[in-house]
């Protein structure tokens, strides 16, 4: 006999649309209020209910909380991002180096996510043919975690500008071990409407309709979907017309 | 002025955290009643809104409904699965053959999720140093749609034993192009309640509270957060004892 499942309602999916479409990469906004154990050990069961290829659950999270500890991260920034800076041309590097681009001194807590590859032996049920797919259930288990800690109004920013040996040495992390996500976590004084990088000029939403293909690369046919798509982008309206540069 | 940005109240996190804890890999339980492009629609807006690294968006959805294409990915699928088969050792491979792993022909929609990594140009903003950062973009794109699905009770199966390069000759994706994710897509007759592989003793929920470490790999020190994961757990309660095994 078949047990029956659960069936969410029409406020359900509309309670996640609205985590997912206020959801922030959050650099500027923290303030130093501690996170709660009781919020934190949400977000990780959240971030450990992921799926992963052959219930592999590859991931580890290494939380980073003493003050020594999140300084040198920060420092390890400061060098990577002057590299970094340099490979963009002279325009846009005045843009660049106007962004903040992480909130590695002023959140409480970081979280350095890893994939470990040898978790379940060198054969993985659903790894045999396409190989990473180990490295992305750790990515659905950051996802889960980000949006979780959105609809615990907690702020979360993806730091990914390191030398990834140089991260790995300070935080002793294996050779064998992957670092998918740098995380900073905390409370924040507000979240924006729009992603930084949109509101600071830097690069737009892109059209969905652009992004969507029938049956065969470069298909694209306007039909029902694109006109749906067209609606729902009206009635859920996750792109509001930003109030915050007016100010 | 900040402008005052949405909080969410414990029932919207806890909708959430259902909604997470009920998520499925769905594989035999895909039935032929058609998506609505609304509903459809909705899945897309989710996973367009994805965090990407340097906004770069570098996902692309393409959506498989031809039968005659169903068809041909399922070939590939079990010729692919049949190599995959014989990596595991004697014993392995008898519970293997018996585990559904795919929706293939029972699905009305496959989608292919890609990740073009040219997007944004040669130079993209974070990723300067972690280079596969714009592939994990694309994997928050998956797992916000997955999680949509979910909510608006629609069932999805990632399926992963293929050769990519015959799976790109036949949807005619470019060379440059990386498949991400394989979806099936489709309503359910009803999800399970546990994991299919932890149902059928193929590998069993690690226990969180040995995943987590404190400011150096494998610190890990019984601290409050052990406790609060534990008390957590229980009163969320995201791995119920499954009483289909009973049936």
């Known amino acids: 006999m078949s047990h029956p499942s659960k069936t969410f309602s029409k406020q359900a999916s509309k ?4 985590i997912i479409f ?7 906004e923290f303030n130093n209020k501690p996170i709660a154990d009781e919020v934190l050990a949400r ?3 959240a971030a450990h209910h992921a799926p992963s290829v052959g219930f592999m659950q590859p991931w580890n999270f290494l939380l980073i909380q003493q003050e020594t500890q999140r300084t040198a991260v920060h420092k390890l920034f400061q060098t990577a991002n002057e590299e970094a800076k340099q490979q963009f041309d002279s325009e846009r590097q005045n843009l660049y180096q106007s962004l903040k681009l992480e909130g590695l001194l002023t959140s409480p807590l970081h979280i350095c996510v890893t994939c470990d590859r040898n978790r379940a032996g060198p054969v993985v049920l659903g790894r045999t043919h396409m190989h990473d797919t180990d ?6 288990a950051v996802q889960n975690f980000w949006l979780a800690a959105r609809a615990e109004n907690i702020g979360v920013g993806w730091v990914s500008i ?8 300070l935080l002793k992390i294996p050779q064998e071990i992957h670092i998918i996500a740098y995380l900073t976590v905390g409370h924040v004084n507000s979240f924006h409407q729009t992603p930084d990088l949109a509101r600071k000029g830097w690069r737009n939403r892109l059209n969905l309709n652009d992004l969507v293909m029938h049956d065969e690369w470069n298909n694209h046919k306007n039909n ?11 009635r859920l309206n996750p792109d509001p017309k930003n109030p915050e540069n007016k100010s």
Chains 1, 2 share one sequence.
């Open 162 to 169: 390191f030398h990834e040996a140089e991260l790995k040495k």
């Open 22 to 28: 206020n959801r922030r990469d959050v650099r500027g």
């Open 135 to 140: 490295l992305y259930s750790t990515v659905c």
């Open 15 to 18: 309670t996640l649309y609205e």
């Open 43 to 45: 977000l990780l069961i």
């Open 224 to 234: 029902n979907l694109s006109d749906h798509i067209q609606s729902q982008l009206e």
